[in-house]
C-alpha cells in the first residue's frame, strides 16, 4: 500500500467520533467475551440469550446528550466530550435544573478548551463590556449544533447577560444581543 493510502487510512480512523464509538465497541467487545458475563448479544445494548429485555445500554457521542440518555435511563453507559456538563448535571447546575442520578466512573485527559477574541480595534475587555456597550458582534464556533461547545456558550453568554441569535444565512456565525430577561 502506498505511504500517502497508509496515512489516509490511519488518519480516517483516528477521528474523535470514530475513537469514541471504537471505545464504547471495545468495551462492550470486552463484556460480551468473559465467561463470567452472561450477556452476550449485542445493539450496543446486552442481554442474556433468550430473554426479552436488554440488560445494559451504550451511548457515544461529543455532545451532551449522553447525559440526558443517562439521567432518563435510556441508557446505563455513556461517553461524552468534554466531561465538564457531567459535572453540571451531577450537580444539577447550568442548564440541568435538578441534579441528574449519575457518576463519573473515568475521565480521559481531553485539552478541550474555549477562548474567547476580539479585535483590539474594539475597546472591549470582557463579556460584560459587550452587553453594556450593545456592541455588535458576529461569532464563529467550531462543531454542530449538538456539540458540547455550544451548550459552554451558551452558559457562558447567559452568565453575562446574553444570548446567541443564530442566523443561519451566515453559516457558522450568529449574533450576540441582550438577554430579555
Known amino acids: 500500500m502506498a505511504e500517502k493510502q497508509k496515512i489516509q487510512r490511519a488518519t480516517r480512523y483516528a477521528r474523535p467520533v470514530v475513537t469514541r464509538s471504537r471505545l464504547m465497541l471495545e468495551t462492550v467487545s470486552e463484556l460480551v467475551g468473559g ?30 446528550e449522553g447525559i440526558w440518555e443517562v439521567g432518563e435511563k435510556r441508557a446505563d453507559f455513556a461517553i461524552i466530550n468534554p466531561a465538564a456538563p457531567a459535572t453540571l448535571a451531577f450537580r444539577g447546575t447550568g442548564p440541568f435544573k435538578k441534579p441528574l442520578p449519575l ?62 441569535e443564530e442566523n443561519r444565512p451566515m453559516g457558522r456565525r450568529g449574533a450576540l444581543r441582550r438577554s430579555r430577561g
Do not use: C, N
Open 103 to 164: 457518576r463519573a466512573i473515568t475521565v480521559i485527559p481531553s485539552l478541550d478548551r474555549i477562548g474567547f477574541a476580539v479585535s483590539k480595534r474594539t475597546g472591549l475587555t470582557s463579556l460584560l463590556a459587550i452587553r453594556e456597550k450593545r456592541y455588535p458582534l458576529r461569532v464563529s464556533m467550531r462543531g454542530h449544533l449538538t456539540h458540547s461547545v455550544h451548550l459552554f456558550i451558551r452558559e457562558v453568554l447567559a452568565a453575562a447577560g446574553l444570548t446567541l
Open 35 to 64: 465467561d463470567d458475563w452472561p450477556y452476550k448479544q449485542t445493539l450496543v445494548q446486552v442481554r442474556e440469550q433468550d430473554t426479552a429485555e436488554w440488560f445494559l445500554s451504550f451511548f457515544a457521542s461529543d455532545s451532551p
